[in-house]
């Protein structure tokens, strides 16, 4: 009985500690920034407009240089991202973290209001800042990174470029076949994607969904055309990395398919 008594205790104590760190994070926030942008967060777009009328300035930072359209856009406030902009928002508002609305709104997946972003200016060539999380990406690279088909279809609608490659020389497709987003990778294909891209490490998107047992895109990707026996630099090609991946459902059908399309049974 002690023992759960004291694991209760142990829990209850832990939570209570959770807890409070929360609320001094919300305090700590709430303290650093600025009225607007605590508006564009968690209030109306009418209480917006009230303290744009009381001449609140709509593009006022935090000491990241922050703006309220950054955070309306990161929390996908569609309605309150309009207002701002018709107030005068900056849409090319760039903070130290070298966020924009766009880029904030590509990242967390807000299709609806990148899209209106882009047809109010926003610059669409933006990049991600350099890091170990593929840093350098283009739009579209991050929008497939991060599996968020919306994004990537209005990006693609706005043109840009289906092949740009960030920083590891990974393009879109090669991304989303190797996170496995089937719906991206068709709709990659369908805007005329180069199927044989490759990475610097010499991977292409067939070798990227073969490898992780991606039947469903290696499907798509032989059917698209994708090379069967291209080598990465380690000299494997896409078959031979569907038999080292390993022995899931998914990679004997993925082996199965590309014996089935002629691959190479090892590497040459």
């Not at 018709?86 to 990148?114: C, R």
Request: proline share 2%; aromatic share 6%.
């Amino acid at each position: 009985m002690k023992k759960y008594t004291s694991k209760i205790i142990f829990y209850g104590v832990a939570a209570l500690v959770l807890g409070l760190a929360v609320v001094f994070m919300y305090i700590s926030w709430v303290n650093k920034n600025p009225d607007i942008i605590k508006v564009a967060t968690f209030s109306s777009v009418a209480e917006m407009q009230a303290l744009l009328d009381e001449g609140a300035d709509v593009n006022e930072t935090n000491r990241y240089e922050q703006t309220a359209l950054i955070y309306a856009a990161y929390n996908g406030r569609l309605e309150m991202v309009e207002a701002l902009i018709s107030a005068g928002a900056e849409v090319n508002a760039l903070s130290t973290k070298g966020e924009t609305p766009l880029l904030i709104a590509v990242q967390e997946g807000h299709g609806d209001v990148a899209d209106l972003l882009i047809r109010r200016g926003a610059d669409v060539s933006v990049k991600t800042l350099e890091g170990d999380d593929g840093g350098g990406s283009p739009l579209l690279v991050l929008a497939a990174r991060q599996g968020h088909i919306d994004a990537v279809s209005v990006l693609i609608g706005a043109g840009v470029d289906v092949n740009a490659k960030d920083s590891f020389g990974q393009t879109p497709l090669i991304w989303a076949a190797w996170k496995g987003y089937s719906g991206i990778v068709e709709i990659l294909i369908e805007g005329n994607s180069d199927i044989d891209a490759v990475n610097e490490r010499g991977l292409t998107p067939l070798m990227a969904a073969s490898e992780h047992g991606y039947a469903l895109i290696t499907d798509k990707l032989i059917e698209a055309g994708a090379p069967l026996d291209t080598l990465d630099l380690a000299g494997e090609t896409a078959l031979v990395k569907a038999l080292k991946g390993g022995s899931t459902v998914g990679h004997k059908k993925t082996v199965f398919m590309l014996r089935e399309a002629g691959a190479a049974e090892a590497s040459t």
